[in-house]
């Protein structure tokens, strides 16, 4: 067992083998959505690779039984994810990954903010218009490290490790992601392998990869504490969650 509360603030611990979320009473009891291998196919580089039944367990609305009415109100969720380590064909396990829809009345999409958990993982971003990517951008994660998902920019988390990883993210409640962009390219603009990253020749148009490192945005009390603690004792901080068109200076400093 893998004691996740140093790194949530929530008193939580994986299974490594069994790749679950152990809860303690004391927190909301979630059951976790499986991203299958019949789902994963369509954005595999080798969608006839051999592969497992299950490839990641997404864990939505998770939060301490005290916090689930604030949280509520405030139109947030807080989840978790577990993504084991392997590959598939060569290519590291990943999310589908999507991109997410515009605040209506605005020209904003909705931002999401991660953090590792347990592990290492890629966060891919990617800025496109159909088969033309104009803005790639990598970023290197480990336990402790924050990434923002940035309006505009569609994602996928990668896993390049052997064991299991967990990641966190605080996202809007009030709207729905958006998977097929990416899945009728089958994936993102590049696939991440054992042997590094190769074009997806589904694309027309591919930048270089752009690399950024992690960083704390104070605007948004993002800092070295969990991001459950500073959504449930700064909760007014999150508003650049559903509010994004407040925030667009920040965000654009963000893309730099």
Known sequence: MIDLQKSSGLPIRLDEKKNILIMEDEIRQVIPDV???????????????????????????????????????????YDMTVIPGFNVGGEYVKTVGHFHPKKLGTDVTYPELYEVLHGRVHFCLQKSEGKNVEDFVLVSAQEGEKVLMLPEYGHVTINPGSGPAVIANWISNVFSSIYKDIEKLHGIAYYETVDGFVKNKHYLQIPKIRRLKPREIPEFAVTKEPIYKTGTEKIERLSFLNNPELFKEIFERLRR
């Open 35 to 77: 991203r299958t291998a019949k789902q994963m196919k369509p954005v595999l580089m080798h969608p006839d690779a051999k592969m497992p039944d299950n490839f990641y367990f997404m864990y939505r609305g998770i939060c301490l039984r005290e916090h689930e009415r604030i949280i509520r109100e405030r139109n947030l969720r």
